[in-house]
């Protein structure tokens, strides 16, 4: 049987995972825990359906965290990659260094249990994580999670004052829970992922803001950005090997005297790889001093049928990505992958 | 041309000496190849970040900032429309509020998501 405060949290996960995932993610979970799944809504899935599994330890309220966890960390999210020295990276990541500094700042009860917080007040560190398989060895990872309350506005109506000649239009908003993960690996790798924003395309003070909270844990200095101008290149230029991985949809080029060449494919289902025409256009720019500025693609996930494809963008800042779509940890890992390595 | 521009700017930054001789070489290439559309050179700092291999941002700006006090660029800001046409501005006071987006002819808010810095080369002729 549950206690009266993991009831409590299991009710604070289980929304949690309602505002972020799909009923089919949660019933595949129950599935794979060998619970029932059928439930007419989100209510009866938790009153029927979880709340009796988690009392008869059919799986427990940390494996239901961890699945909350997979939800909301990866995907619908910016990625801006950096770079430090491996010695560095294994230096920062030191379990005894990151306990002692979470000690220090009153975050060490984070290193054992994370805090499930829905609307914070201000962006909270609310998960330390050092991922540690092998104790005879070094870490693998450092990772921080931090949640942080946004606001997003939808056009509501307008009023129009003919006598002042005044016209008031009015937005309602509405609060909104954004999960930004910072994960540095024992290679160097910083990777930061913040949530996409709803209005906005720019994310230069989310990166900021975010590399101020975990500078403490992640000092900046000694970090490179890395430059993905590589990886938008070579995902046109070896389109022809790349046909069985990725379906084309926009691409933006800019020449060094400012000329700007934007292609797309006639909807986001086509590909733009199979038009002859318009990429011996966009080969023909990029020959004469014309650099790919952002690429718009779909990243075909090996082994799913039907082919599943996720959503990927490499346009902004000189180390940034995208995946605007919800995918798994899997999914997103290997998009990362081929970013990476595309990059080489 | 513009590459011997940057020899002073190599030796007075010892510290930035090989970022400024990748710029000093982007230049003198682009020039052999190209000749006179390098005084047309618009780059943004996207691109400078590159051909610089600055790093970091905060080196970025200190590039820059270099090579704006060493008379070799000079930003303009460029507000930029959907078709990927822009208008472009001396500075950032003198952006209006609104602007006519020539490409679909309608009034356009200017705002920090359709603007961007963008440098050309300090050329001496009398404009």
């Known amino acids: 049987m549950l206690s009266k405060e993991e009831k409590k949290l299991s009710l604070v996960i289980f929304k949690l995972l309602k505002e972020t995932a799909s009923q089919l993610v949660v019933k595949n979970f129950l599935e794979s825990k060998r619970v029932p799944k059928s439930a007419a809504n989100w209510d009866e899935l938790y009153e029927k359906r979880i709340l009796p599994a988690l009392n008869q330890k059919k799986f427990t309220v940390n494996e239901f965290r961890q699945l909350l966890q997979q939800v909301e960390e990866f995907g619908r999210q910016h990625t801006f990659l950096f770079q430090c020295d491996p010695a560095r990276a294994i230096a920062i990541i030191s379990p005894t260094r990151i306990k002692k500094i979470a000690q220090q700042e009153g975050l060490d009860s984070l290193l054992t249990t994370p805090l499930d917080l829905e609307l914070p007040e201000a962006a909270t560190i609310v998960d330390i994580r050092i991922l540690h398989p092998d104790h005879n060895k070094t870490p693998v990872s450092l990772t921080i999670k931090i949640v942080e309350t946004r606001i997003t506005k939808t056009f509501d109506s307008e009023l129009i004052d003919h006598a002042k000649g005044v016209i008031t239009k009015k937005w309602k908003f509405a609060k909104k829970r954004a999960v930004n993960i910072a994960t540095l690996d024992h290679t160097g790798l910083l990777e930061l992922r913040i949530a996409s924003q709803d209005n906005q395309t720019k994310y230069t003070n989310l990166v900021k803001e975010l590399l101020i909270k975990i500078r403490k844990f992640i000092p900046h200095d000694g970090f490179n950005m890395i430059s993905l101008n590589y990886a938008k290149s070579r995902i046109l230029t070896d389109r022809i090997l790349l046909a069985d991985e990725i379906r084309y949809s926009n691409s933006t080029a800019r020449n060094d005297l400012g000329a700007v060449m934007q292609i797309s494919s006639s909807s986001q289902e086509d590909n733009l790889s199979s038009d002859d025409g318009s990429m011996a256009a966009l080969d023909s720019f990029l020959a004469s001093d014309g650099h790919v500025t952002g690429t718009n693609v779909y990243v075909k996930i090996p082994d799913t049928k039907p082919q599943r494809e996720l959503h990927l963008l490499i346009s902004g800042e000189v180390n940034e990505f995208a995946v605007p779509v919800a995918c798994s940890a899997g999914e997103y890992s290997y998009v990362r992958g081929k970013v990476i390595a595309l990059n080489k | ?127």
Do not use: C, H, W
């Open chain 2, 1 to 127: 041309m513009f590459a011997e521009k940057l020899l002073p700017l190599i030796s007075s930054f010892p510290q930035d000496a090989e970022a400024l001789r990748r710029m000093a070489e982007y230049l003198g290439d682009f020039e052999s190849r190209r000749g006179p559309a390098v005084f047309k050179i618009r780059l943004n700092p996207n691109r400078l970040f590159d051909i610089m291999q600055a790093g970091s941002t905060s080196r970025l700006a200190r590039l820059v900032s270099i090579l704006v006090e060493g008379e070799i660029i000079r930003r303009e800001v460029v507000v930029r429309f959907p078709s990927g046409s822009g208008i472009t501005f001396e500075s950032y006071s003198d952006l209006p509020f609104l602007i006519r987006d020539p490409d679909r002819d309608i009034d356009v808010r200017v705002t920090e998501e359709n603007i961007e810095a963008s440098y050309i080369l300090v050329t001496n002729e009398v404009s």
